[in-house]
């Protein structure tokens, strides 16, 4: 793999650091010297090539994942949005809207039929409706829908290294 995600070229990333990628998306945690008795290098190594990832964007940061439900955040829903209009005005105060409630984990502009989706976390069908009513009052929306999940078949972070 060789992408540079500050400046979308290409990093080159061999073997060695796709080990130490896969490692770390797994538990951040795990001590550098731990991870260069893994991939077959010394501490020094292994730590530069850690920094050179980070300085390169392909490691962007490294966060404690929380469990929605142990945090009373059982309820999952994504949220589909038509644009009222399609130019940059709106579509920057859509998403600086959007994008200001904490309840918004993730947020995409899509192609199809709806312009956006957003993964939305609440506690409960009450808190959904708090929110939803807040996100259409703020900007002129054209159509919403908004489906839940009932189960969650797969959830990671980890994405594949080759």
């Not at 998306?25 to 010394?42: F, K, R, W």
């Not at 994504?78 to 409630?101: C, Y």
């Not at 989706?117 to 409960?124: A, G, H, P, S, T």
């Amino acid at each position: 793999m060789e992408l540079n995600s500050n400046n979308g070229d290409y990093v080159k990333v061999d073997a060695i650091d796709a080990q130490i990628l896969r490692i770390l998306q797994n538990d951040v945690t795990v001590s550098v010297n731990d991870i260069a008795e893994q991939v077959g290098l010394s501490t020094t190594p292994c730590w530069r090539r850690i920094q050179k990832l980070e300085a390169s964007g392909v490691i962007q940061k490294r966060v404690a994942l929380l469990n929605a439900e142990a945090m009373g955040l059982g309820t999952t829903a994504f949220v589909q949005v038509k644009a009222a209009k399609h130019d940059d005005k709106w579509l920057k105060a859509f998403a600086k809207h959007a994008s200001s409630f904490d309840e918004v984990v993730e947020f995409y502009r899509m192609s199809g039929e709806y312009d956006y989706m957003l993964k939305v976390v609440v506690q409960d069908l009450k808190a959904f409706d708090r929110f939803y009513k807040n996100l259409v009052s703020g900007v002129d929306l054209s159509d919403v829908t908004s489906s839940f999940a009932m189960e969650q078949i797969k959830y990671t972070t980890v994405l594949p290294v080759h």
